[in-house]
């Protein structure tokens, strides 16, 4: 307990000073708070009774540190601020994008995770053979390319010249689908966004995997499970594959945070409604409150997810001293 305690202060320090950007930085431009957060545009449209609900939300007819303190119980009401363009707070504005996002990251984590431990392990059992080259040579040109620019492609191949896929979004409009037929429906516009994200990201975990695997099958154990006779299957899975399954588990979680943020790009090339898309938007029209909130959420999830593989580290391996 002694060795993390002194990370989660870090984390909680850290979380501490971008709430404080995130209060102060709209405050220290020059003019109206009010104005620096919602803009000239909004100002014009806004009534009056508008303004001074927000004025009296924000307190900013108060000296700052109460406006400070009346932000952070905001904040733990839930409380992220008001969306003009939207016409609502911007907790269920970003509640009504948050479940997209979450789908399409959730799939292509563990997908991507699975199909780069698979190949890395066909590659690294057939280490300099026709299929491990192949791969290594096609994945290794893949991780060249950013996430939006595969999905562009992905984009023009199947969806603007095949025409197999939805061109965006993510069910079909005014298709009135139920059941099993809007799961398919959903499942078919999720194609393309979620390859994007697979193919791009299964490659680290490819070349974790491969690298572990080819020192792996130099080990006593694995020698000893082919004199017995196993199948080539059992000892590159069973034996193998479950010895190289920690380090790939651990990069997984590495790669989390890399991949929402991957999301939120493909999820703009694709018009896919999650958080990508509304932050977009939001900057598209000048709706600060929602940027802001959007970006505090990413934040924090980030710092929870970091937080959470360095106990998990922990526990996999004692002899880690994060006190240093």
Request: aromatic share 12%.
């Amino acid at each position: 307990m002694l060795i993390w305690r002194p990370n989660v202060v870090n984390y909680i320090v850290a979380f501490f000073i971008i709430l404080t950007l995130n209060f102060f930085l709209p405050r220290l431009m020059p003019g109206d708070p009010l104005q620096a957060i919602y803009g000239d545009d909004a100002l014009i449209a806004m009534t009056p009774e508008l303004k001074l609900e927000l004025i009296q939300r924000f307190a900013l007819d108060k000296p700052l540190g109460e406006q400070f303190v009346a932000y952070l119980r905001a904040l733990f009401r839930g409380d992220l601020g008001y969306s003009y363009y939207y016409h609502a707070p911007v907790v269920s504005v970003v509640l009504g994008y948050l479940p997209w996002t979450l789908l399409l990251s959730g799939l292509a984590l563990v997908l991507s995770t699975l199909t780069g431990f698979i190949l890395g392990v066909e590659a690294g059992f057939r280490r300099g053979q026709g299929l491990d080259k192949l791969l290594l040579t096609t994945l290794m040109l893949v991780n060249g390319f950013p996430d939006f620019f595969v999905g562009i492609l992905f984009l023009l191949l199947f969806s603007v010249v095949w025409g197999l896929f939805p061109l965006g979004g993510s069910l079909t409009p005014y298709a009135s689908l139920k059941g099993f037929d809007l799961v398919l429906d959903i499942l078919h516009h999720l194609v393309l966004p979620l390859l994007t994200l697979v193919v791009v990201r299964c490659v680290n975990i490819f070349l974790l995997t491969r690298s572990s695997m080819v020192t792996t099958l130099g080990a006593g154990f694995i020698l000893t499970a082919r004199a017995k006779g196993c199948k080539d299957i059992r000892v590159r899975y069973h034996h193998a594959g479950r010895h190289s399954l920690l380090p790939v588990v651990t990069a997984a979680g590495l790669h989390l945070t890399h991949l929402i943020t991957g999301t939120l790009f493909v999820e703009v090339v694709f018009s896919y409604p999650g958080l990508g898309t509304l932050l977009y938007n939001a900057l598209m029209v000048r709706d600060y409150p929602v940027i802001q909130g959007v970006l505090l959420i990413l934040t924090a999830a980030v710092l929870i997810i970091n937080l959470m593989l360095d106990l998990l580290y922990l526990k996999l391996d004692p002899r880690i001293n994060y006190a240093r």
